[in-house]
């Protein structure tokens, strides 16, 4: 029985320490991975390559693409989970959590988030593994495919698109909690307009581009 009350008011404190607390870390560290080297392949990795020869090119892309591609993608993966496992511990989440100020705002962050997600998982990923698998051909003495520059082509799209997305995205993943307009419970009815306004832009730009 005391073994019982002990174990009833430990769980207040496990709750904040195990769901809260870490699940809010290990997305923060987990989105600067994501987010990072995203940055990095926009600002750095593609115009330094543009600039190399050939062969110092087809090399790095052998070799550095992939171990970078590794932390970027399973990045992206923990940065999801982790966001889902924030919601699920959240003490305001409960079937009206979405249709307050709060919920609306981080609704508007989770559908930029996953258009970002899907674009890494099923569009740069896909695209770079065959850009990669060409440059490991071309190095073991194989001809170039003729399809690869086209790919590569696609995954910096896809790859521009979600650096913008980013933008957007972290104001609102911040707003939720941070900025003093987004505390308040009444979201004034008109949240079904906001996020429809938030996906026809995403829609409009993820095409555009
Ligand atoms: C992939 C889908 C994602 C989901 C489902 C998700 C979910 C969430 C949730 C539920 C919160 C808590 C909001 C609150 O109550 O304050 C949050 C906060 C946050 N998220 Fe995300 N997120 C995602 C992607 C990202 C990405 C890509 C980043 C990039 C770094 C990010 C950065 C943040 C930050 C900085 C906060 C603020 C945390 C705080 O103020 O304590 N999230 N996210």
């Known amino acids: ?28 560290l987990a989105g600067i991975t994501w987010i990072g080297i995203l940055y990095y392949f926009n ?17 790095a892309t052998a070799k550095l693409v992939p171990r970078a591609l590794w932390w970027f993608r ?6 999801l989970l ?12 409960d079937g009206d959590y979405f249709k307050t100020a709060p ?23 896909p695209a ?17 495919d003729p399809a690869a520059a086209g790919f590569a082509r696609r995954g910096l799209m896809a790859s521009r698109t979600n650096t913008l997305f980013s933008i ?15 505390h308040t419970s009444d979201s004034s009815g008109k949240r079904g307009a906001f996020l429809g306004i938030v996906l026809t832009l995403a829609g409009i730009i ?3 581009l």
């Open 1 to 28: 029985m005391v073994r019982y009350v002990m174990l009833a008011n430990s769980w207040p404190l496990f709750h904040r320490v195990g769901g809260v607390i870490l699940s809010r870390w290990a997305h923060f």
């Open 128 to 144: 770079q593994k065959r850009v990669i698998a060409n440059a490991q051909n071309v190095m073991a003495g194989s001809p170039a």
């Open 43 to 59: 600002f750095v990795q593609v115009p330094s390559f543009a600039a190399f020869e050939a062969g110092t090119r087809t090399e």
């Open 82 to 93: 982790s966001g889902i496992s924030i919601l699920a511990f959240q003490d305001q989440f």
């Open 74 to 79: 399973w990045g992206a993966m923990l940065t």
């Open 103 to 125: 919920g609306v705002s981080i609704a508007a962050g989770i559908v930029l988030a996953l258009v970002m997600f899907s674009n890494v998982w099923f569009v740069i990923w």
């Open 206 to 208: 993820a095409l555009q």
């Open 168 to 182: 957007p995205m972290l104001f609102f993943m911040a707003a939720t909690s941070h900025f003093a307009p987004f």
